[in-house]
């Protein structure tokens, strides 16, 4: 995740940014404001367990394959029973240490769409797809027009001026 210094870098455009202030309680750790964090999770089965329960049936086949066809289905229900239980308690230490699933993380971040409109058309399609809300592109502050301030330049200058205040002079009354 980190490269040269900084903590994130956007999977679509390479942009690269340091984390921010770390804050516990929307479990994003340092995520700089904006920026998004893509997970997908996929559990699968153990490749391992599964050949463990081979294992285990082939045994319990191979355990009763060795039972007369002759006896009972009574008394083959039994026998199986036994087998099975035996090799459930021979292979349980082995099985409890060994996960059935096998959980596939993947991570990646992107930065802020509204920054950039390539992101922002890569993640609204993701979005999309997923019937999710869009996001929208941060209104741009426009720039006047040049005519515009030309004119608000030509009303100032045009403008009458106001008049300058000017103190008058109280004249001095005659002392008595």
Same mark, same amino acid.
């Given at each position: 995740?980190s490269?040269?210094?900084?903590?994130?870098e956007?999977?679509?455009t390479?942009?690269?940014?340091?984390?921010?202030?770390?804050?516990?309680?929307?479990?994003?750790?340092?995520?700089?404001p904006g920026w998004?964090?893509v997970s997908?999770?996929?559990?699968a089965?153990?490749p391992?367990?599964?050949?463990l329960q081979?294992?285990?049936?082939?045994?319990?086949e191979g355990?009763m394959?060795?039972v007369?066809?002759?006896?009972p289905?009574?008394?083959?229900?039994?026998?199986?029973?036994?087998i099975s239980?035996?090799?459930?308690?021979?292979f349980?230490?082995?099985?409890?240490?060994?996960?059935?699933?096998?959980?596939?993380?993947?991570?990646?971040?992107?930065?802020?769409?509204?920054?950039?409109d390539v992101?922002?058309?890569?993640?609204?399609?993701?979005r999309e797809?997923?019937?999710?809300?869009?996001?929208?592109?941060a209104? /741009?502050e426009e720039?006047?027009e040049?005519?515009e301030?030309e004119? /608000?330049?030509?009303?100032?200058?045009?403008?009458?001026?106001?008049?300058?205040?000017t103190?008058?002079?109280?004249?001095?009354a005659?002392?008595?």
């Open positions: 995740m490269i040269e210094g900084f903590d994130y956007c999977a679509l390479g942009i690269t940014s340091e984390g921010s202030k770390f804050h516990e309680e929307d479990r994003l750790d340092d995520l700089p998004l964090q997908f999770k996929r559990r089965v153990n391992e367990y599964m050949a081979q294992v285990k049936q082939s045994m319990v355990l394959s060795q007369p066809e002759d006896y289905d009574e008394i083959v229900g039994m026998q199986f029973q036994a239980m035996q090799v459930e308690a021979q349980h230490a082995m099985e409890s240490s060994i996960s059935p699933y096998i959980t596939y993380e993947e991570e990646v971040f992107v930065a802020p769409p509204e920054s950039n992101v922002l058309e890569a993640v609204n399609e993701v797809s997923f019937g999710l809300a869009l996001f929208e592109k209104p /741009e720039a006047p040049v005519e301030l004119e /608000e330049v030509k009303v100032a200058v045009e403008a009458p001026k106001p008049p300058k205040k103190e008058a002079k109280a004249e001095e005659p002392a008595p």
